[in-house]
């Protein structure tokens, strides 16, 4: 099975960094995607890291330590619209392409 | 705009009704996910077709049912409605299986509400 953990909620400032930390526990790993969803919208893909190491894009940077089970999504000179849900979701090795996602951590971006 | 799209935007209908909800994928991709997304809760993985068959199944419940037709476009059938099955439910694609980054993009969901 798989278990995903991140933290429930999160406040930082506007043009400040922030973290968010994702730890996992599966039964076979094939890959880790962060999305970002603005309430009631669409997931909108982030990120994808699936060997270690820091993916960089942009403002936003993605980290994995497979030995771990950790990741991180870091954002950078935040603005507002960075206001929004943070998913990590996990790929299982069955070769069918699964994400599971854990309940995600809500930034609010304040002024 | 993920090029997913999903019909209804909202539905709102009654206990023990049956719904039925579509979802066409980007051009090109073959795989087709069904998510369900209660309130304050996370993304629930229900079913995945991939070119017409089922591929994989997670938590979907036997009232539901989905089917993936061959202009690659899918249904999700939800039957004998309870009122917690209220919630969003999102339609992913993606160009094959497991290889590679292979990303899903979601389409905008259809909000469902059973009263």
């Known amino acids: 099975g798989q278990n995903i953990d991140q933290p429930t909620e999160m406040t930082a400032t506007e043009g400040a960094i922030v973290q968010i930390n994702c730890t996992y526990q599966?039964?076979?790993?094939?890959?880790l995607f962060w999305y970002q969803q603005h309430a009631g919208e669409a997931p909108t893909f982030l990120s994808y890291n699936v060997l270690d190491g820091l993916e960089e894009k942009g403002r936003f940077s993605s980290f994995l330590s497979r030995s771990k089970g950790y990741s991180y999504l870091l954002l950078k000179e935040l603005q507002m619209k960075d206001s929004a849900s943070y998913l990590c979701?996990?790929?299982?090795?069955?070769?069918?392409?699964?994400?599971?996602f854990g309940t995600g951590t809500r930034l609010t971006v304040i002024p | 705009d993920s090029g997913v799209t999903q019909t209804p935007k909202h539905l709102i209908t009654a206990t023990g009704q049956r719904v039925t909800l579509r979802c066409s994928p980007r051009s090109g991709d073959l795989s087709v996910y069904w998510y369900q997304q209660s309130l304050d809760q996370g993304l629930q993985f229900l079913i995945q077709?991939?070119?017409?068959?089922?591929?994989a199944k997670g938590n979907i419940l036997e009232r539901f049912s989905a089917q993936q037709f061959p202009d690659l476009h899918s249904e999700l059938n939800l039957s004998s409605l309870e009122l917690g099955d209220s919630a969003l439910y999102f339609c992913?694609?993606?160009?094959?299986?497991?290889?590679?980054?292979?990303?899903?993009?979601f389409g905008p969901g259809t909000r469902l509400t059973v009263l």
């Open positions: 077709y991939y070119n017409g068959e089922e591929r």
């Open positions: 979701a996990v790929r299982d090795l069955t070769g069918a392409n699964n994400l599971f």
């Open positions: 992913a694609s993606s160009p094959q299986l497991g290889t590679g980054i292979n990303t899903q993009y």
């Open positions: 599966t039964s076979g790993f094939n890959g």
